[in-house]
């Protein structure tokens, strides 16, 4: 932060890494002979025996800096620039870039406004575009992956209908390498006032735009009993305001 004259500025670099290791081991049995701590082990139980394991991991990295700008403590900007990477996207689709700024003016310290001091506490007109990515579409998305399972991944090769076979595998997923970062870019225009000291004004008009939106679209039956992957497919946008009013002095008829 540093300030000359009636300039002020703030300037802030950052990196932010996140990493998520996950690894799920569980074993067991029952009926067991004896029921001394000591006695009971793995091993020592007769029945139930049973093991299962899950790994799971993902990875953030982003790069990002702000700049504020403050000149006379009337005219405000302030600027955003992010660079997100993550593990659940495939290597040319990694990494997506978010920038964002806004702008404000203390309308009130002009000198025009001199003669709304009486009645007019303070007064900001403001507006703003950022940009924000979604990453949420499961940890293996770009992956075809490949499971057993013992109902219904084996087969008999030697023509048994009665015996489980050989212990195969199946597809599980299919993968998409090519999906990206759903973008959602949101633009805003608003009004905040006080007014007698006592009551509050805030006033909101926006719109969101989303894009390359992440969905699970559907694959044909006829593929089998496989999970479909996420893709982009289409944008939406919202539109909408929000009004809030708010007062902080005494009730009418109280002391």
Sequence with gaps: TRTIDLHNFTVMLGTEAVSYDYDFNKAERYNFTLKDPNYIELDTGVEGQKNEGKPNEWSIFSIFGRVNYVYDNKYMFEG????????????????GTFPAFSLGWRIYSEKFMAGTRNWLD?????????????????????????????????YPLNGDNGSQGM?????????????KWETVSTT????????????????????????????????????????????????????????????????????
């Design 167 to 179: 212990l195969g595998f199946k597809q599980k997923t299919f993968g998409n390498n090519n999906v």
């Design 80 to 95: 955003v620039l992010r660079r997100d990477g993550s593990s659940r996207f495939g290597g040319d689709n990694r990494y």
């Design 188 to 255: 805003n225009f608003g009004i905040d006032a006080t007014l007698f000291r006592s009551l509050s004004i805030n006033f909101d008009l926006w719109q969101r735009r989303t894009t390359d939106m992440l969905y699970p679209k559907a694959i044909p039956h006829v593929l089998g009993q496989v999970d479909a992957p996420y893709v982009n497919v289409g944008e939406m946008k919202n539109k909408g305001f929000d009004l809030d009013i708010g007062y902080s002095g005494m009730a009418l008829g109280k002391d």
């Design 122 to 154: 303070a007064l900001k007109i403001r507006g703003g575009y950022g940009q924000t990515g979604n990453d949420q579409i499961g940890d293996y998305n770009s992956y075809t992956q490949f499971a057993f399972n013992l109902d219904d991944s084996f």
